[in-house]
C-alpha cells in the first residue's frame, strides 16, 4: 500500500530555509514498526503521523530514522501548518495528543505555535557519573575559555544539554565527534546538544542542534531545543523580554537559516509554560510502498 508523505519546511525564514518535516496524514492503520520504516525511507531528522484522537484535534507520532520520540517541535509546526493551510484545522485555539499526553496548540494565519511546559534545569552535579563539562566540551573540540558557562541541561517536554559558547566564530567552527556526542546525549537523557552563541544581530541568539544517537548529525530548526534556549536565556541570563526570536541552521555546513519565536507566559515573575512557532512551508510530496 502507498503511503503520501508531505515534505513541509518548518521555521522557514521568509520563504527560505526552515527544516523539512515528513508528514504523513490519515495514519491511524499503520503501526510503530511501519511509522520507523517510513521514516527511514524519508530520511529527515523526523516525520509526523496524524491519527484520531479522542481527547486532542489529532493525535501525532514522530519517529526519527532510528526510534520514536515524545516531542519534535519542527515536525509539529509543519503538520499544524498543513493542516491549516488544507483547512482541516481551522481554529485558533487547537490540541495534540502525544505519547506524553496533550498539548495546546495556537494558529495565526500559516503560523503554529506549540506549548511547552515549565523549564526544568540539572547542572554538571546532576549529570551521569563520567559526564564532565571538560568531556562535554572535548566532543565538541573546543576548550574552556570558548565558553561563557557551564553546559546546563534544560526540560520543557525534551530534555537538550545547552552549551554557551562566546561567539559566532566558535559555533562555526564546532568539530563534534558524533560518536562521543551520542554517547554523551544517551548518558544524559537528553534529545541533543543545543550549542547557542548571544552574539547575534537580530536574534536572541544563533544556534547549532547536534542529536545522532537519534540519527540526526545537525538540524536546521528544533522547536523543542529553542524553548528550553529561551527559558535558560530568561532565567540564566536575566533576559527579562517576553519573546525570543532564536535563529538556527546559519552554520550548517549547507546553510538553512531558521527563525523560531518562543513566546513565555510569566506568572509570578517564573515561566508558567512557553509556546515555541513560526511558518511552514509545503515544498513537496513522495509515495512510499511498504
Not at 520520540?69 to 487547537?94: K, P
Not at 526544568?120 to 565538541?140: N, P
Amino acid at each position: 500500500m502507498a503511503h503520501t508523505v508531505n515534505i513541509v519546511n518548518a521555521f522557514v525564514d521568509g520563504e527560505k530555509g526552515g527544516n523539512p518535516a515528513g508528514v504523513v496524514l490519515r495514519a491511524d492503520g499503520l503501526t510503530a514498526a511501519d511509522k520507523l520504516r517510513i521514516a527511514q525511507l524519508v530520511g529527515l531528522s523526523e516525520t509526523a503521523f496524524v491519527s484520531a484522537s479522542r481527547v486532542a484535534d489529532v493525535k501525532l507520532d514522530f519517529f526519527t530514522p532510528t526510534r520514536q520520540i515524545a516531542h519534535c517541535g519542527h515536525a509539529t509546526i509543519a503538520t499544524f501548518g498543513l493542516l491549516a493551510q488544507r483547512g482541516i484545522i481551522s481554529r485558533a485555539n487547537a490540541s495534540k495528543e502525544t505519547i506524553d499526553g496533550t498539548r495546546q496548540i495556537m494558529l495565526r494565519g500559516q503560523s503554529a505555535y506549540m506549548e511547552q511546559l515549565a523549564p526544568t534545569y540539572f547542572d554538571e552535579d546532576a549529570f551521569s557519573a563520567g559526564i564532565t563539562t571538560d568531556r562535554i566540551l572535548a566532543s565538541l573540540d573546543i576548550k574552556r575559555d570558548a565558553i561563557v558557562a557551564a553546559p546546563c541541561v534544560v526540560a520543557t517536554g525534551n530534555r537538550f544539554l545547552l552549551v554557551h559558547v562566546r561567539s559566532g566564530a566558535v559555533l562555526a567552527g564546532l568539530k563534534p565527534d558524533m560518536k562521543e556526542v551520542g554517547l554523551i546525549g544517551e548518558a544524559l537523557g537528553v534529545v541533543g546538544y543545543y550549542v547557542f552563541t548571544t552574539e547575534v544581530e537580530g536574534f536572541a541568539a544563533t544556534t547549532r542542534m547536534f542529536a545522532p544517537h537519534y540519527g540526526i548529525d545537525e538540524e536546521a530548526a528544533t522547536g523543542m531545543a529553542a524553548g528550553p534556549l529561551a527559558c535558560y536565556l530568561h532565567d540564566r541570563l536575566g533576559m527579562r523580554i517576553p519573546a525570543f526570536l532564536i535563529q538556527q541552521g546559519a552554520f550548517m555546513r549547507e546553510p538553512s537559516p531558521s527563525r523560531i519565536t518562543v513566546e513565555l507566559n510569566i506568572r509570578e515573575g517564573k515561566i508558567a509554560n512557553l509556546f515555541a512557532g513560526g511558518n511552514a512551508k509545503v515544498v513537496s510530496s513522495i509515495n512510499i510502498v511498504l
